[in-house]
Structure formats: structure tokens, C-alpha cells
């Protein structure tokens, strides 16, 4: 594998390379830097599977008037439940601590214990912005710690050629999910209806048709209060 993932996990964890299938009423978290993440990396995913019961967390943008209320809107194409936090995302982006940021995490989800736990990779997935890489980690530490468990923890898979193009899925990553075109495009639609993107911007552009996944199995230290 490469150095990419949720990399603190790589040596302890084995990696799986099985069934993408989620089974329905799983509890499963999304945990992201900010609102559009879910969609644009792990949208087409949790589309397909409307029996699972998401929760999205996003550490920033929480008092962004125009952000905010087109995340709830957003989770509600996706028939999830979300929380929002409000950590510095200034173009600047001085390095957060990360024990706030793991500390954030833990006050926005309801439930300490997933069947699935999904974030960010820990090279982030384009070249480059910090508060992915961030987010990534304060989740690794949280799932090494024992606060946050799940019986797998998985993180987005998609590279950018150090900007050479548009973000992708990596080749070798351990899921790869090719979406159906009616879902490719209900994601899309809430990248740019929703949400409201150009199309000709950025995020646009990038809306992936192959979604990817790096996975580790993950085991909890204590009992929590989910599953």
C-alpha cells in the first residue's frame, strides 16, 4: 500500500479487500473537514445504500451563513442525520491542534461506537489542504485510543498527481465503486443544485464517477454507547 490511508493504522490493521455491501440498519459516520466532503468523496456511497443509518460530522463551517443550511439539505438526499462544528477553515490554514480537533470530533457524534467510521485520508486526497490531513488524523487517534470504535474504519482513496489533474480515484486502492449513472448524477446535482458549484468549478469538475476506499478493520479499547 501506499503511504496513504489512515497511515497510523496501516501496521496494526490488516487490510480487507472484500465486499463494499454495508449491511441496512448499520450505524455508520462520515466524518469530514467540511460540508460538500461527504458528497463529493463519499456521496455516490451512501446513496446506494438508503437503509443505512449515516451520521455526517464536518468540524468547520458551522456559523457559514450560506454553507450550513445546504449541508442539512444535502444529508437530507442522503436520508442522513449531521452536525456541524465551527474550527478556524481561513484561507490562511495555520495548523489546528489537533487534540481540539479530536475533542470537537467527540461533542458532535452521538455515538462513540460505528459499524463503519469513514473519513478523510491522511495525505488528504488533493494537493493540498490541511484541514482534510487534520481531520484524518484526529480520527486515526481517536480509533487508536479506544474513544471512537467501529468495526472498520475506512478512509477516502483518491489522488491528484501533485495537481497534475483532477482528483481520482487511486488505482490501488482497496474498494472501488464505479457509480450507476442515475446516482452519479443525483450526486452531482447536489454538488451543484444543492450546493450550489458552477459547473465549470472545481468541485464540479471533480465530482468522481469512481468512488474509493482504503479499508482497515478497527477495534475499539472499551465498550461505548452505540452499538
Same mark, same amino acid.
Given at each position: 500500500?501506499?503511504?496513504?490511508?489512515?497511515?497510523?493504522?496501516?501496521?496494526?490493521?490488516?487490510?480487507?479487500?472484500?465486499?463494499?455491501?454495508?449491511?441496512?440498519?448499520?450505524?455508520?459516520?462520515?466524518?469530514?473537514? =467540511?460540508?460538500?466532503?461527504?458528497?463529493?468523496?463519499?456521496?455516490?456511497?451512501?446513496?446506494?445504500?438508503?437503509?443505512?443509518?449515516?451520521?455526517?460530522? /464536518?468540524?468547520?463551517?458551522?456559523?457559514?451563513?450560506?454553507?450550513?443550511?445546504?449541508?442539512?439539505?444535502?444529508?437530507?438526499?442522503?436520508?442522513?442525520?449531521?452536525?456541524?462544528?465551527?474550527?478556524?477553515d481561513g484561507p490562511e490554514q495555520n495548523?489546528?491542534?489537533?487534540?481540539? #480537533?479530536?475533542?470537537?470530533?467527540?461533542?458532535?457524534?452521538?455515538?462513540?461506537?460505528?459499524?463503519?467510521?469513514? /473519513?478523510?485520508?491522511?495525505?488528504?486526497?488533493?494537493?493540498? =489542504?490541511?484541514?482534510?490531513?487534520?481531520?484524518?488524523?484526529?480520527?486515526?487517534?481517536?480509533?487508536?485510543?479506544?474513544?471512537?470504535?467501529?468495526?472498520?474504519?475506512?478512509?477516502?482513496?483518491?489522488?491528484?498527481?501533485?495537481?497534475?489533474?483532477?482528483?481520482?480515484?487511486?488505482?490501488?486502492?482497496?474498494?472501488?465503486?464505479?457509480?450507476?449513472?442515475?446516482?452519479?448524477?443525483?450526486?452531482?446535482?447536489?454538488?451543484?443544485? #444543492?450546493?450550489?458549484?458552477?459547473?465549470?468549478?472545481?468541485?464540479?469538475?471533480?465530482?468522481?464517477?469512481?468512488?474509493?476506499?482504503?479499508?482497515?478493520?478497527?477495534?475499539?479499547?472499551?465498550?461505548?454507547?452505540?452499538?
Open positions: 500500500m501506499s503511504q496513504r490511508g489512515l497511515c497510523g493504522l496501516e501496521k496494526k490493521v490488516p487490510n480487507l479487500k472484500h465486499s463494499s455491501h454495508i449491511g441496512d440498519n448499520s450505524k455508520c459516520a462520515v466524518i469530514v473537514a =467540511h460540508p460538500d466532503d461527504e458528497t463529493l468523496w463519499a456521496g455516490g456511497l451512501m446513496l446506494m445504500h438508503p437503509g443505512v443509518k449515516w451520521t455526517v460530522a /464536518t468540524i468547520c463551517r458551522k456559523s457559514d451563513a450560506d454553507r450550513a443550511p445546504k449541508f442539512f439539505k444535502a444529508l437530507e438526499e442522503f436520508g442522513a442525520v449531521g452536525y456541524m462544528g465551527d474550527l478556524d495548523a489546528l491542534d489537533n487534540g481540539e #480537533i479530536q475533542r470537537t470530533i467527540m461533542e458532535l457524534l452521538p455515538l462513540d461506537r460505528f459499524e463503519v467510521i469513514i /473519513t478523510h485520508s491522511t495525505a488528504g486526497e488533493y494537493t493540498r =489542504h490541511l484541514r482534510h490531513e487534520e481531520t484524518a488524523k484526529a480520527v486515526m487517534r481517536l480509533l487508536e485510543s479506544g474513544e471512537l470504535s467501529a468495526r472498520e474504519a475506512w478512509s477516502f482513496a483518491y489522488e491528484d498527481g501533485d495537481r497534475k489533474y483532477l482528483p481520482r480515484a487511486e488505482s490501488g486502492a482497496d474498494l472501488q465503486i464505479d457509480l450507476p449513472e442515475h446516482i452519479w448524477q443525483k450526486k452531482y446535482d447536489i454538488i451543484t443544485k #444543492i450546493y450550489g458549484f458552477s459547473e465549470d468549478s472545481f468541485e464540479a469538475k471533480t465530482t468522481p464517477r469512481r468512488e474509493a476506499f482504503w479499508r482497515f478493520r478497527s477495534v475499539g479499547k472499551r465498550q461505548g454507547k452505540g452499538l
